[in-house]
């Protein structure tokens, strides 16, 4: 079969609850299949997910994989080793007079806690430590790092004081003796310049084979080359403690694919967008794979309606994420709070609060109501076989959810439960009627919902009438009219495919790396076209080796290097300013003092764009703290498929029955629709349900949805 027989899409959602799979088709039609997610196999749940789709569209999973260009799958798996603390034992090498670095954690004990208690000291909690103090030692060397304020001090890269080899001779033998399962090299100025780092790793490697022992050694260098050694440590140990266990469980799913037939490479997602295969050396950047899809899937669907600024909104089973594309880029930031850790990785923007349709609802002993943190994941809630009341049992007890079409039917859920659960659990204690009750909890579960979506606007400055609000997840269509309430957005829309849309969006990903590396250039307000000059070359330099490495890779990964394209930026701030800003270039040319003035040109058009004209300081000069290349190989994508229009009054075969819900305090009857059954140009008028297999579409009396020519979905 030619690579031209080969353009079905597979991408992969595999969430705390249930693992989505999207099957894209030739003509860019979508079909999605799901599973329960598994954790201790996640390979089934690939294979039921990936066979549940085939299955809709009359194929099997070997002819689906045979005919498949593209693979890939997103998951919680690294996320999931972190929390449990069951990665692998971490060896590890300091410039000497840094040991404790991996308790000091620069301050940031508040990460990943509630408002609440970040506003209380003592309440402060220290992270779960990814390596044992004890098998951390220090190594004397030192590289000069330059200075921030000038060409006061030594050049950066300068060797002030050599590897000791004895220590690090030493120090490896100890480590081997605990039976360390890797090992990491983290010295000061390792960004700079990795000359030695790469030392101490040819010595440790000496060390081993003269033991007989073949343990993986990573460097900081290789990692993260990028300054502030806090954050670049943390991403060297969750490379060292995650990554590589996560790897082997990525390639048993690549196997299960691979038994059926398909023969690439199953890839994933970075935590910034861009796709890679599980020979990436620096997989830890995969860590927060499921929701990136999200935002890709968002920017391919506003390209598509020509859409500038989105906010997406996404709720799944544990979590509410809403990010923001504006002028169509996603937001980046380069320093990741992850599990109460924060790395050196760039990362998609996004910002959580625990509410989703598992989480836990309860009522403490102050009869203060709760939602969340804890979630039922794939267990549901007591309609299913979880011990405690859910989200999801109050949309099931209040007629929102069909307990008999979960999963199309296929999962059959207990109403009775559900109720019997939020009688006990919420009405008893608050004095109020089982539905009283739960309306009560779903309004305070779409307030923090709108509370989020509004600040997350406001914060950056923006205007809601701006924004298009794309909504999505299993349970996204289910409470968009509640945290959407109020909100002026430009346009309101999801899609059919709702409840799989980050594996749609992971198959809209391109099949790209990014790499970093940290600099140490100033480019003074005075600087003459000779200074200038040296600047260029010196990002020059930078770029290229970077290009090389990124080409090396690739074609290691199996991309074609002559088909290999790049895109250029450096992070830059004005001198003496703390946080440095990416800014992406037109192109890579830079020779000469024209192309540096080019580069300040757009830094300055990127900062007026965060923050007032007013707080530009150009006379205070430029410092270029990292430069920066994304390297796209060719890989098949998705696209959306036009539909002639129908009139708005949807078929009869459409029509299924009519359900009484529980809504706006009362008993009302809603008309339920069948999802696939609607068409392009159809207006449904609520109340109104549209139910699919995945999910549930709410539509509250006076609102109505319509289809446009791609069957997205607007609430008017």
Partial sequence: MSNDDRQYILAFDAGGTMTDAILVKPDGSFTVGKSISRREDEAQSYR???????ESIGMTAEDVHARCGADIYCGTGMLNTVLTGRGRKVGLLVTRGFEDITVMEGGLTYLGQSQAEVLHQQLHRHTRPLVDPKLVFGVSERMSGGCYHGNIHLAPGTEMIAVNERQVREATLKMLDKDVEVIGILFLYSFVDPRHEHRAKEIVESVMKSRGIDVPVVCSADVAPVAKENNRLKSLLFQCFAAELVRDSL???????????????????????????MEYPRLYETMISGPIGGLIGAQFIGEQ????????????????????????????TKSADIAGHRLALPMVELDSVGSGAGSVVWVDEYKRLHVGPDSAGAKVGVCLNFDRLTVTDINVALGYVDPDYFLGGQVKLNREAALAALEEAVAKPLGLTVYEAGAGVLDIVNTQMNDLLRTMIAAKGYDTHDFTLLY?????????????????????????????????????????????RGLRVLVPNALDAAGKAKVAQQIRNAWRELEDEARFEMEREGADPKQVTFRYGIAARYIGQLESFDTRLADGHMADEKDVERLIEAFETMYT?????????????????????????????PMLAAHPLAGAKPSDKAYVESRNVYHGGQWTPFSVYEMVELEAGNVVEGPAIIRDPMTTVVIPPGRSMSFDKYRILHYR
Avoid at 48 to 54: I, N, R, T, W
Avoid at 255 to 272: C, D, E, F, P, V
Avoid at 627 to 636: F, G, Q, R, T
């Fill in 48 to 54: 039921e997910s990936v066979v549940d789709a085939a």
């Fill in 609 to 637: 764009k965060v923050y007032p004209e007013g707080a530009r300081f150009p006379d205070a000069g430029y410092s270029l703290t990292a430069v920066y290349l994304e390297a796209i190989a060719p890989k098949p994508q």
């Fill in 305 to 332: 309606l020509g859409l500038e600024n989105v906010v997406t909104a996404d709720m799944g089973g544990t979590s509410f994420d809403v990010g923001l594309l504006v002028d169509g880029r996603i937001g980046i």
């Fill in 251 to 277: 390639l048993a799913v690549e196997k299960q694919a691979q038994a059926y037939g398909y023969r690439g490479r199953l890839l994933t997602l970075l935590s910034y967008g861009g796709a890679v295969n």
């Fill in 472 to 516: 999505y997840g299993g349970a996204g269509p289910v409470h968009m009219h509640g945290f959407a309430n109020g909100i002026d957005f430009q346009d309101v829309i999801t899609l059919p495919w709702a409840a799989g849309f980050s594996a749609f969006g992971a198959a809209c990903a391109e099949y790209m790396h990014r790499y970093d």
